[in-house]
Structures are given as C-alpha cells and as structure tokens.
C-alpha cells in the first residue's frame, strides 16, 4: 500500500525547477512506472514487481501500473492509476482509492491510466511538450500526436538530481547497508573448506530476508577458487576448495523502499591467508582504503581510479609481479590488465545509479577506467561504491604477454604461478561529507586479522 515519502514533495520541486527554462511554454514531464507482467509471456505466472526507481524517486509510489504527469507551468501533479476492481482484490488484496494518493502521494488529480485518459489530459492542460524517458514499448508519440515528444532530455536531468542524496535518502541506504553488512559477517561465520557456492549465498539471503530485506540489489555473486577473476559470476554452483580464495559480492534492498547496498569481501575459506594471499589482498585493501582517504568534495572519480590503478600497480611491481619503471608502467596501462574494471560507480534507488550513458562524458579509452560508469565530481551527498579489485584473468594476461609492449613490463616466470589465484575485490558503499566520506558499510570486518577472527565461527 502507499506510504508517505518524506522525499517525495522535494523531489518533485528540485524536478520542476530543473525545467526552470520551460516553464510559460506549456511542458509537462511524464513517467511511467512498472507495468505488471508474466514471467515468461505464456505462463501464468507474475514476474516479481519492482518499482521503476525513477518513477518512484519523482512520486513515491509503489504501486503497479501506474503513471504521473507534472505540468511544469503551474506544478500540478497528475497521477494516472490502474482501473481495478473486486476481482482484482479478491486475488491481490485491497488497493489504494484516488483518494488515498491525493493524501499519501500529494497527487492534486488522480485519473485513469489509459492512452485515451492521457490524450484528454494533455488536451485540457493545453500540453504542447512532454518531456519524458525512453522505454521499450513506447507509442507515446503516435497516442500524442500534436504534442513533442522530446525523450532525450529528462534521462540526464534524473541522473544529476538522483546523484545527490537527501538525508532521508542516506538514512535508508545505512539501514540496508547495515542489514546487508550484518548478513556478511554470517557467511564469514559459515564459511568453511568444500561448502557449495550456493550454500554461502543462501546464508547472505537468510540473514537479509530475516531483517525484512527479501529482495537483492542485483544478483549475488559467490565465487570461489578461481571464478573470484570472473567479475560478473553469477553461477554459484560450485565447491569451494580449502585453500582457495572466497569473494562475495551480494546486497540486498527492502521491498517497499527500493535503497541499494552493494558490498564486497574475499577471504580464504578456511579462515588463514597464506603468504601469497596476503600479499595480493593487502595491495587491494591498501587501494580501497586510500581512496577511502583521499575522497572529499572537488575531487575527481576519475582520480581516485587512477590513484587507485597506481597503487595497485606499484603493489605488483613490489612483488616482482610486474617490473620495470612506474611511470612507464602507468603510461602503458599495465595496471588495467589486473584492475580491468572501474573503481566503483554511483549507487542509490538502484544498485548502478543511472550511469552517464548519454554522452555527458566522454569516455576514456583505456584498459579498466573505460569501465568506469560516472566521471562525476565528489559533491556531498554523492553515494558511491570503492571497490578496486587485483585478479589475475589467464585470458587477459595470455594476451597481454603476447603483446611485444606489454610484455616487457610482465615478469612472465613469477605472473604464470598466479594464474589459478582468482581475484580479490573489496568493495564499500560510502557517501560524500562536507569534508570527507561517512563508510556506509564498516561494520564488515576487511582487516586481515579481524576477518580470520570471524571465518568459520558461528556464533
Ligand atoms: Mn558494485
């Protein structure tokens, strides 16, 4: 049912005022919320909903099939709802009245969500300019003939207000993180040798789901072994042999208020690092934590991976992994052969906030940072995820020994004895501060000795 979202009122504002240059030339912005459907279109079986963020970061809403419209001349704010019925609530339970989203919501009208609703509508508000999101199904320009559609525009406007987060906001992201952070430590208590992949998951949705987190932010991955250097891994059918390297990357969300965590750890099974494992994860947690350091208002994103590729770089050439002269190393891009992936991305209503994929950057075309999903500057409020990472993916590296550049800066003899090492990933979620950062996610042990004080001790 419809709760109040403190936000809600003010995100609406900072969306109007955005469109300060439209207003007096009759524009609206219109969104559409999730539509409910099948999981697979022949059977009968509802696919799980989950709110469209941005619908719900304009309106608060989290009901199905819904719709809103704000007229930017004189800021009404029209919701477009379901035309449900008894049947429907004997099935799915009661449903909200239009009553219910004038009070809760703040909508000023509520009408039915059908094209022929919206063409009266935009008629009567007198709309020649609707400003709206690009979608698979969209027919809104054919339904709204003598309107301009304009679909290009609102995308990036949500992406830059969404990019700051109110203190509600931070609220909510520090009590999933701090669900998803409590449910971390339960998998390193059932971490032991020969556990399945899937067991160790299961763990991480048992402890989230008790806490009334019964939804993921996005899909766990669990990995052992070397499937660690797999970074998007999702199979977590495997066992995880003694010895080996353990990484989970798994976050949960509430189902009602959508807030995303996204943590990561790796840690030997068996609860003892080896020389060779500690060596590798301190380079990584020396990155994560320097960066950590280094982050306030002004500086770059674009920085902090490059500060964190150096480090990375340098701890691989102190380990006689990587040889030659840092700075050459640096301008040769070494280091995004063992970091190929960005150091971290925005997160908020979802677990990648929307990402710059509307050209508002310009994409830097190198090993790893082309990865990198936002170039923004370090503001308060800005929510990202740290998460440098050092594998050794034989693919990339085979490749890389072969390249008559690369090669020269590769100690081909000691790198082959890493190739079924795997991959080490430290992630946290942390917000940006007047003067700094607030952890969002330090309750998870990374420290070597504070980790091999927890792996494979339950409570
Ligand atoms: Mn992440």
Redesign the pocket.
Known sequence: MLQTSRNRSVHLKRLIKSFGDSKGKQAAIYIEGTKTSQRIPTSDVDAEFRQESNFYWVTGCNEPDCAALVNIDDEQFVMLTPDLDDDHALWCGDFPLPEDYKTVLGANKVISNKPESLVKLVQELNIKKLYTLESKNDTLQNTLKDVTVDKSTLYGTLRDLRMIKLSDEIEEMKKICKVSADAHIQVMRHAKPNINEYQLEAVFRYYTSLQGATRLAYSVISAGDERGATLHYVNNNKVVKDGSLYLI?AGAEFPDSYYAS?I?RTYPINGKFTQKQKEIYEIVLKANKEVIASMKPGVQWVDMHRLADRIITQGLLDLNILKGDIEELIKNHVGGYFLPHGL??AIGLD?HDPPNRDGSFKAINEPGIRYLRTHCELKEGVAL?V?PGLYFVPRLLRKALADPVLSKFLNKEKLEQYFDFGGIRI?DDVVVTKDGVLVLTSDVPKEIDEMEAIIGKSQ
């Open positions: 990357d996204d990561t971290g991305h677990v995820t998460e992630e």
